[in-house]
């Protein structure tokens, strides 16, 4: 696997041995990446559900200025490390070796505000309630959800958020949302 854009195009990552992590295809994070070219630059990305880091490593490497990737599995959290250290981005990366639904929970009191978040849950899992229910409360006002999905199934409903762009790459769709107006818990627009 590689990085396929940017300042470390070219460059071998690996994924975490065994069948639980399926990372993000080149193609697709070429295509996700040449799409938000112009909003990556200097972005504070979220990728909560990491695997090998593909996907936040993608975006450090598009120019993005720091990354909080969440990943449970001890062994997937160690090949992000190793990753992130391999390309020289160890001091862009915060790892949170938790579950995304635990990570928005500690994220929120800290007031971590996110441009662009990242979601590629496993797929028999998806988009859980939780995370759904907490995404609009660490999104900056202007930034991005992306959601990687089966292509036989729509994006999943993320409150607060509506789908503005749908892309199929074959089995995989990614589902681009935006935040509604007035989705603060407060009622106070975050623009």
């Not at 041995?17 to 040449?34: D, I, K």
């Not at 504070?44 to 599995?73: M, Q």
């Not at 505000?113 to 028999?124: A, E």
Request: aromatic share 6%.
């Amino acid at each position: 696997m590689r990085i396929v854009g940017g300042t470390a195009s070219g460059r071998r990552i690996v994924a975490p041995m065994g069948s639980e992590t399926r990372p993000t295809s080149e193609r697709v994070r070429e295509a996700l990446f040449n799409s938000l070219a112009r909003d990556i630059q200097g972005a504070r990305v979220l990728d909560l559900y990491g695997g090998s880091g593909a996907l936040s490593l993608e975006a450090l490497s598009w120019g993005a200025k720091s990354a909080v990737v969440c990943e449970p599995a001890r062994r997937a959290a160690e090949v992000i490390r190793r990753n992130a250290r391999v390309l020289g981005m160890d001091t862009q990366v915060k790892l949170l070796v938790t579950t995304a639904e635990k990570a928005l929970v500690m994220l929120r009191p800290q007031s971590e505000c996110f441009d662009l978040i990242l979601c590629d849950p496993p797929w028999k899992q998806g988009v859980s309630p939780e995370v759904s229910e907490s995404l609009r409360t660490v999104m900056a006002g202007t930034g991005w959800i992306v959601v990687e999905h089966v292509s036989t199934e729509p994006g999943p409903r993320i409150a607060g958020a509506s789908v503005v762009r749908d892309r199929r790459y074959g089995t995989t769709s990614l589902s681009y949302y935006r935040l509604e107006q007035n989705t603060d818990p407060e009622g106070a627009q975050r623009y």
